[in-house]
């Protein structure tokens, strides 16, 4: 027994949503289309999607549903309740997980007043916390995106934040030294402590499996009402592994989302598709090329002959206290620095090859964001270092 659509989404996140808002542009019929999550709310960023999914023109919603197997020769996906629900084409958008300590041999992952930040359940349960903890101590765990993001909120709640992380710096996925100095020094002026260049080895967790205090591996203790934890992500491809290609530890696929089974697209966090201008295949974690895969692959559905490469200038960015960045292209190659480190305006730009391949600015006007994307995507030679680092931010502007 169960139930069969034409068109299924796995996956009930910003990829799917996107991909559902794509279909319904292009028109599907009543029952075509089916959305499955593990979740129970609909995707998020519901102010755009609402009109597509509230009044489903033909969108079966299966919330609160964990797929347990899939079956892409029977093209068959058997639900943990036991249903099994076929499809003539499968969207992959299961996204990504938070890796957890005990992945680094660490235990405590479940105390409490531990927390890990990837759906609206995680994202309502820090929130209770800090409400409870103004005035106290949160311990961050992770340099990346959510420890930055999350000490910000942190800190803006009056809360005690100290960060601990491996590397030397902040986001050394991605800022240069320079950069990410910029950024701990403003917020080590709003009290912010880091701990660099050691990680946690346990906790101490009180009779009511509480965390009490982290315990770092250079042998320091720090107290904690609340523990953030951002230690990276994983790809949800389980269901998939032994059936189709997988690569950067996602599901590859082509310039037109498909993977290694022609019925199959992926899209998302979880897809590794060609970018075109670096002529190489990349797994990116930003809702831009979650967005934008999702409706390439609908568009390749729906029209697959007229529908040309994905092409894509990767674009990351956030937004932290009143600071606000954006990122384009690839931070290979050199590092040309520019503007102003001491005010609030500054940037960089990375040359590989002799070709500009990427851009970052700090604190710029919508036109300087948008010359600095349109910049990156040229790739212009460039001969001269000195002379772009004294051009600065015209160099993007005049290209
Ligand atoms: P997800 O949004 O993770 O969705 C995956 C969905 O699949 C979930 O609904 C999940 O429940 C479901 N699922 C997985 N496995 C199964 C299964 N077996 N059965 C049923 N359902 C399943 N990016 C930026 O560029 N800028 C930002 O400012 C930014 N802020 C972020 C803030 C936070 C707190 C987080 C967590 C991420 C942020 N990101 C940001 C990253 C961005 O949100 C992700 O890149 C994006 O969500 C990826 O979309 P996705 O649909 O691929 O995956
Ligand atoms: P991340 O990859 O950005 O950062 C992971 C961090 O974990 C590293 O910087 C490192 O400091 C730390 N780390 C690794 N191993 C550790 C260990 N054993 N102990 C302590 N620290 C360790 O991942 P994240 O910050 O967890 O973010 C999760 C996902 O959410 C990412 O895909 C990210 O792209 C996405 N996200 C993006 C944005 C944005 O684009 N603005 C915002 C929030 C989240």
Redesign the pocket.
């Known amino acids: 027994m169960g139930r069969a659509f034409v068109y299924v989404i796995l996956g009930g996140g910003v990829a799917a949503g996107y991909a559902a808002l794509e279909f319904t542009k292009r028109g599907v019929s009543q029952g075509e289309l089916c959305i499955i999550s593990e979740e129970s709310v609909a995707p998020y960023e519901r102010p755009a999607l609402s009109k597509g999914f509230l009044l489903p023109e033909g969108i079966e919603l299966v919330l609160g549903t964990r797929i347990k197997s899939a079956d892409v020769r029977r093209k068959t996906l058997l639900t943990a309740a036991g249903e099994t629900i076929s499809y003539k084409i499968l969207i992959i958008a299961t996204g ?1 997980r ?2 957890k300590l005990e992945e ?1 041999g660490v235990s405590g992952s479940d105390a409490e007043n531990v927390c890990y930040l990837r759906d609206y359940n995680d994202a309502n349960r820090i929130l209770n916390l800090m409400q409870s903890c103004a005035g106290g101590n949160a311990v961050v ?7 930055m ?1 999350c000490a910000a909120s942190l800190v803006i709640n009056k809360i005690n934040v100290t960060m ?4 030397a710096h ?4 991605l800022f240069t030294p320079k950069i990410a100095s910029y950024y701990e020094d403003y917020y080590k002026s709003k009290g912010v402590q880091f701990i660099k260049g050691t ?2 080895s346990s906790f101490d967790i009180d009779s009511n499996g509480k965390v009490t205090a982290v315990n770092l591996r250079d042998g320091s203790q720090l107290p904690a009402d609340m523990v953030v934890v ?4 994983r790809p949800n491809t389980s269901l998939f592994e032994g059936q189709l290609t997988l690569d950067k530890g996602g599901i590859k696929v082509n310039g037109k989302l498909q993977s290694s089974n022609s019925s199959v697209y992926a899209v998302g ?1 979880v897809a590794a598709f060609p970018v075109k201008l670096f002529g190489e295949t990349r797994r990116l ?3 831009d090329s979650a967005r934008k895969t999702a409706r390439h692959a609908v568009a390749a559905i729906m029209e697959h002959e007229k529908t040309g490469e994905f092409d894509y200038l990767p674009f ?3 937004r932290i206290f009143t600071m606000s960045w954006q990122f384009y292209g690839d931070n290979s190659g050199e590092v040309v620095h520019f503007g102003d480190f001491s005010g609030s305006t500054f940037g960089a730009y990375w040359v590989s090859k002799g070709h500009l391949v990427g851009s970052f600015l700090e604190g710029g006007t919508k036109e300087e964001y948008n010359a600095l994307a349109k910049a990156t995507r040229l790739k212009p030679a460039i001969e001269d270092l000195a002379e772009m680092e004294r051009q600065g931010l015209s160099f993007a502007l005049t290209v």
Request: charge should be negative; proline fraction near 3%.
């Open positions: 990504a938070a890796l680094f765990i992770g340099g990346g995106y959510i420890g993001e601990v992380f491996p590397e902040c986001m050394a996925r990680v946690l951002g230690i990276g992500i966090d974690e930003h809702v990351f960015y956030s």
